[in-house]
């Protein structure tokens, strides 16, 4: 996985090479699917991927399940580092002046 890369855009680079594989009759099983999966996550993964590897059976966790997980967890880190952008924006603007209406 590349540095700062959408996990859909590694997912897609994955399938081509899984699929290229078939073209050599070179099958792997779920278990090898998800191990190489996990192995090429870039450092920012390593809590998920732990946590994957700590509560889940590898051999028997699907695939399609991996990629949703992953999708999802990277939808909710984008919104978590939104919320924190702009906090840290709202903090550095000076307050607004009020008028007093009479």
Known sequence: MKQDEPIVDMITRFTDIINGLKGFDRKLTNG???SKM???LSEDW???KMLI???KDVNTYPL???YGTLMTYEL???ERK???RRSKEEMKEPPK???ALK
């Open 38 to 40: 996990l192995r090429s």
């Open 32 to 34: 090898e699917l998800v």
């Open 46 to 48: 390593n809590s998920l």
């Open 82 to 84: 939104e919320k924190t």
């Open 76 to 78: 909710n880190n984008a």
């Open 64 to 66: 399609k399940e991996l």
């Open 97 to 99: 002046k009020q008028i």
């Open 53 to 55: 590897e700590n509560t």
